[in-house]
């Protein structure tokens, strides 16, 4: 069956760019998780939906940082006014309820900011 | 504060051999394990979970094992194999919240 999936999986922004990132969580998959992680380190979490509520946005880092999931599959993480220290891979999973389940990963977009 | 800690980057073991990947961790909320594997320009993938009301957890050629008391857990891979070689981390879930708390990896290679 299909994965997770997001898009696009590079990208290549200059300072003060605004970016749009996707994810496409399993089938069915009520919880979905958007993660950070820089060059050496693990998965940072960001925020979290239980279909389209949003019900944790702790990890975003500051509030150039959005994320939506408006009819509770598709995601959007969206950075506006992107700074060089946003470079990193951006990595969306999915559980089927989003207790302590094992999540699935996307691939990952590479970010990188010019 | 990093709450999950994985001291070792990296790990070098000959085919055949075992293979042991450590983590520690500081809270003693958290109550569930998992430890995911990743490949170069893919996701994590998921590997092993183990809660904390137990003390081991096998599938086939891999075992993981906890500590409570030490706050620490193992990964132990028999026999390594060169399709073994990826980046591992161990991530911890506490009750109540909703993420993981990942380390920061250890990359394992397997010499044939």
């Known amino acids: 069956g299909a994965g997770v999936s997001q898009s696009p999986r590079y990208k290549v922004a200059k300072r003060g760019q605004d970016v749009a990132l996707r994810c496409d969580p399993i089938s069915g998959h009520v919880s979905l998780f958007w993660y950070q992680q820089a060059l050496g380190q693990g998965p940072e979490f960001l925020t979290y939906?239980?279909?389209?509520?949003?019900?944790?946005k702790s990890g975003l880092p500051s509030d150039r940082f959005f994320a939506e999931r408006p009819e509770g599959s598709v995601s959007t993480l969206k950075i506006q006014r992107t700074q060089q220290e946003d470079s990193a891979v951006y990595l969306c999973?999915?559980?089927?309820?989003?207790?302590?389940?094992?999540?699935?990963f996307g691939p990952g977009t590479r970010l990188l900011v010019l | 504060d990093q709450q999950v800690k994985q001291n070792s980057p990296s790990l070098s073991v000959q085919e055949g051999r075992i293979s042991i990947l450590n983590c520690d961790y500081t809270?003693?909320?958290?109550?569930?394990f998992l430890w995911y594997k990743k490949y170069p320009a893919e996701g994590p993938t998921f590997l092993i979970s183990?809660?904390?009301?137990?003390d081991k957890n096998e599938d086939g050629r891999f075992t993981v094992f906890l500590n409570k008391s030490a706050k620490h857990l193992s990964l132990h891979i028999v026999p390594s194999q060169p399709g073994d070689s990826a980046v591992y981390f161990c991530?911890?879930?506490?009750?109540?919240?909703?993420?993981?708390?990942f380390g920061t990896g250890t990359r394992l290679k397997v010499l044939a």
């Open positions: 183990i809660s904390s009301i137990k």
């Open positions: 939906f239980q279909n389209e509520a949003q019900l944790d």
């Open positions: 991530a911890a879930w506490e009750g109540g919240t909703y993420k993981y708390i």
């Open positions: 809270n003693s909320m958290f109550d569930y």
């Open positions: 999973a999915s559980s089927f309820q989003g207790d302590q389940e094992t999540q699935y």
